[in-house]
């Protein structure tokens, strides 16, 4: 009996669960299985994306004929990826539709040979090439090693469709849904995505950095992956993501502990070292014994983690068997820029940490902190005062902890007014995405003179932020002391979501790049390409390329200072004297009521409730 799924109007998941599996690539634990993805395009020519798993066959093959019935032909099979857990139905589907047409690259093609896949009807395609199905046309864009190097993605036109091969997939079935929208899919879903991504592209982040600059050219409403859910909304927070991964930044300010240890002595240091650091005020902390937690979660935790402490200790004059495995997966998944710390120890002549060291050593920008400690069979007196120096340096690494010394709160330290001083400037960012929109930001500043690069940041609830991260394009227009009060109201208080900020407004015009920037109150506007994107908390850094720089007149640019005396208006506040509440400092607008919630932030200005004050 068939199970297909309706994408769209004519598109169709023929996608098989797999809840048998143990161990995806006879590696990695599946606990929850993993799908094996397929699609079929229905059009004047029939096009299958992509096979199964052989375990998968049966399923497919029905779905296939159900799909096809009523003498319905397969014009097409495209073959984005050539690993068996999506081809290896291909020789039995080609049997069955001898008239379809295998669609291969040059790589892909020699692959399947490899592989004993021989057809009479193949096409090659390269990057770039269309394949016209009749109301559908694919694109494909080539994406060597995300995952294997024959892989590459199809585009449909028609429906703004990313076939993606292995990018975007998770492990995991999918118990019952189609797209990630139906589930909490930031939670424990982004968790398997991470370890899934980590374990199985996380040594290619350069390749997919690379796909992700490609994409950022393509107007994509649907990412249909080879494993898991389908995702049609928040693609701003999956193409974050994987950002974030490719360029091996950490998600967690904060400590992954992980141990190895025989008989308890060495788990016992662990939990010594991870209740120092929690008693020194740090608040991310995770902590895993090797032999029992697999190595693809550490893997994948230590992708999320900025600090990695190893402890472990000494087993036949080498690493303990786990703790050496977990370690090597982390050079060869190719970590980049993380912190260690080292603890070793040993029942008689502990030599793990300078065996670890070796190996930490091949990851690229990888620090280990001093000390480097030990103990021999347990943590004692004499050595309790060297693992808890240790735990010291993550601390003050990671800069948390000198607040308990001196006794004063960390959140007393901060005076909100100290950040007012920094010379800002202010600037309207535009983006086009569909619609013309821009906000009002004060942080972009030159980066480097070669190549040319800016970087500015973009908090995460503006239209704009989501439009650049989508587009990669952007223009910056650097706004002078001539710049209104209105103009900060028109693009910096109210939302692009439900107004058309440039509705009424002929100070702009637009640029080669297609995107609007200030003809009126601007020093100069910039073009930029986005080339690195940094997920930094509630905002996104962004740095990127100028492709043009344009200087429109020699007013004064203006400063956040200047636009506080002589810009924003005084008597917005006065004017609301009579009301009880809070004011937002930063644009005026007035929260009624007798308690500010701590998580508020201005529906103007996003900006969070430490930036009121009351009335
Ligand atoms: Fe799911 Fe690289 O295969």
Same mark, same amino acid.
């Given at each position: 009996m068939h199970n297909v799924r309706k994408i769209d109007d004519d598109i169709y998941f023929l996608g098989v669960n797999d809840r048998r599996i143990e161990l995806f690539e006879n590696v990695y634990p599946v606990p929850d299985g993993v799908s094996y993805n397929s699609y079929l395009i229905l059009d004047e020519n029939n096009c299958l994306i992509d096979t199964a798993d052989a375990s998968a066959e049966k399923q497919l093959k029905e779905n296939l004929a159900y799909l096809l019935k009523d003498g319905k032909k397969l014009d097409y099979i495209v073959v984005n990826h050539m690993e068996p857990d999506h081809s290896a139905c291909l020789k039995e589907i080609v049997r069955d539709y001898p008239e379809a047409t295998v669609v291969f690259n040059a790589k892909s093609l020699q692959m399947a040979e490899n592989y004993g896949c021989r057809f009479e009807r193949v096409i090659v395609v390269a990057e770039g090439n269309v394949l016209p199905l009749g109301k559908h046309t694919l694109r494909f864009v080539m994406a060597p090693m995300v995952h294997w190097p024959e892989v590459m993605v199809s585009y449909d036109e028609t429906t703004k %469709?990313?076939?993606?091969?292995?990018?975007f997939g998770s492990f995991g079935t999918l118990h019952g849904h189609l797209y990630a929208d139906e589930i909490e899919y930031k939670g424990a879903y982004t968790d398997e995505m991470r370890r899934y991504y980590t374990n199985i592209?996380?040594?290619?982040g350069v390749q997919v950095s690379s796909l992700l600059k490609k994409a950022s050219g393509l107007p994509i409403e649907r990412v249909c992956p080879l494993h898991g859910l389908i995702w049609r909304r928040d693609l701003s927070y999956l193409l974050s993501l994987y950002a974030t991964w490719a360029s091996y %930044?950490?998600?967690?300010?904060?400590a992954l502990v992980c141990y190895s240890s025989v008989y308890g002595n060495t788990a016992n240091a662990a939990e010594i070292f991870a209740a120092r650091l929690s008693d020194g005020g740090l608040k991310n902390i995770a902590l895993y014994d090797v032999s029992k937690t697999d190595a693809s979660y550490l893997v994948a935790e230590s992708f999320r983690y900025s600090h990695v402490v190893l402890i472990a200790n000494t087993y036949n004059a080498g690493i303990f068997p786990k703790m050496a495995y977990f370690v090597d997966e982390l050079v060869s998944h190719n970590l980049k820029n993380r912190t260690f710390a080292l603890v070793e120890s040993g029942s008689w002549a502990p030599v793990s940490g300078g065996l670890l060291q070796e190996k930490i050593g091949k990851l690229p920008g990888a620090r280990i902190l001093e000390p480097r400690t030990k103990f021999v069979s347990s943590p004692n007196e004499d050595t309790l005062s060297s693992l808890l120096s240790a735990a010291d340096a993550v601390l003050e690494d990671l800069g948390v902890g000198k607040q308990q010394e001196t006794g004063i709160p960390s959140e007393g330290r901060i005076d909100n007014t100290a950040f007012f001083k920094f010379s800002y400037g202010l600037f309207l960012l535009t983006a086009k995405d569909g619609k013309h929109n821009g906000c009002i930001i004060n942080t972009a500043v030159q980066l480097t003179d070669s190549p040319k690069r800016v970087n500015f940041a973009v908090n995460k609830a503006n239209l704009t932020h989501d439009m650049i991260l989508r587009t990669g394009k952007a223009n910056v227009s650097i706004l002078t002391e001539s710049a209104p009060f209105s103009l900060y109201t028109r693009f910096g208080m109210q939302s692009g979501r439900t107004e058309d900020k440039f509705e009424g407004f002929d100070g702009y015009s637009v640029s080669a790049n297609g995107l609007t920037y200030l003809t009126?109150?601007?020093a100069a506007y910039l073009s930029v390409t986005v080339k690195e994107a940094h997920d930094c908390g509630s905002h996104t850094l962004f740095v990127a390329e100028v492709d043009e720089a344009v200087t429109l007149s020699d007013e004064k640019p203006v400063t956040y200072a200047y636009y506080f005396e002589n810009?924003?208006?005084?008597k917005q506040v006065q004017a609301e004297e009579k009301k009880k509440g809070w004011v937002c400092k930063i644009c005026g607008y007035v929260y009624e009521g007798e308690e500010l919630p701590a998580d508020f932030v201005c529906p103007l200005c996003k900006h969070g409730a430490d930036d009121f004050e009351r009335l």
């Open positions: %469709t990313l076939f993606s091969a292995d990018a592209v996380g040594k290619y %930044t950490f998600e967690k300010q904060g009126r109150n601007c810009v924003k208006p005084k």
